[in-house]
């Protein structure tokens, strides 16, 4: 069997019920396939099918993956010679092929690892990396490994020669200067707070403790008012207190709407209407409605159950023209509206 040209690893996210996850990629050997389960090698609890076939297999655990886990397949061939052509010995093309297969397997595994990896300038000159960079020399030789993981190439010379340690003292030179410029920000908060509180604490002028804080009553304060009335305390009120006023739009279907609307309404009808159910009532509060005939008179209104008459039913709304109704109710459970009684010809 030959060797296709293919993507050497494959991933899957497991759903906590499937067990089986296919590689499309061939293998020489079940060994030469690295299994890992969110980044950790796994080399128990699984079989592989497929050791030999173009298409590749499938890898089959014996209890499925947890739901969300990151299964992934990897090409990661033993790298060395494992077979010695003897002088005289056995040369049978089943043998050769193997051996042929499994270096060019290696060469995709390689040349995959190359194609992940981080890409730093290259003098065309001399097609060496440009050392002229010192971030281009902190970082050569880092890799990304096929679990996306850092590691060091050992075919880089000078990964180890002085590349690595650089690159430390550079993240750590970073690193410091990042918490030394977090901590002086912090400082001079909490340095320019602690004078404030100082400049408070020695001024009995408000006047002047509220420059020093930089508060500017009616821009960033609010002024102190001795009447403000607070709702969990009992008040005595000297001056009227006014519900919400408004009124209703005439139509063949009334609406009612006591956030919009109001508490107290007003409508004429211009011909036989229908109340509507009411919405957003709060619950034993007063609801007042005005009703105007028109110049015509005779007009009617129909309600929708939401608002409760009890046994007595609706009232009988005055016809003569242009008179007035006052019909009074209380709110109830569910935006219903309960009815208190009217006061007919009121005007």
Partial sequence: MTVPVQIPFSASTANGVTTAFPYAFKITDA?????????????????????????????????????????????????????????FGDWTAEIVNNDFDRIWLAIQYLQQNDVRALKLPVDTTTDQVLSSDAAAR???GVRFDESGNLSISETDPDAYAGSVEDAIAAA????????????????????????????????????????????TIGTNVQAFDADTAKTDVKQTFTAQQTPMIGSLTDGATVNWNGDTDGQVVDITIAGNRTMAAPTNIVAKT?????????????????????????????PTLTTTASKTDWLSFVGGASNTLEYLGIRKNAV
Avoid: C, H
């Fill in 138 to 140: 902190a970082t050569k």
């Fill in 31 to 87: 060994d030469d396939l690295e299994v890992t389960v969110d980044g950790v090698v796994v080399t128990t609890g699984f079989t592989v099918t497929g050791v030999g076939e173009e298409l590749g297999g499938t890898v089959v655990f014996s209890v499925a993956p947890a739901n969300g886990k990151k299964i992934v397949r990897a090409l990661k061939p033993v790298l060395r010679r494992e077979i010695d052509y003897q002088q």
């Fill in 172 to 215: 750590a030179t970073a690193t410091a200067a990042a918490i030394s410029a977090a901590e002086s920000a912090a400082s001079l908060d909490t340095s320019t707070l602690m004078q404030k509180s100082a400049n408070l604490s020695d001024v009995a002028n408000a006047a002047t403790a509220r420059s020093n804080l930089g508060l």
């Fill in 286 to 314: 007063l609801y007042l409605l005005r009703v105007t005939q028109d110049g015509t008179g005779s007009r009617t209104l129909t309600w929708n159950a939401a608002y409760k008459f009890g046994g007595s039913g609706a």
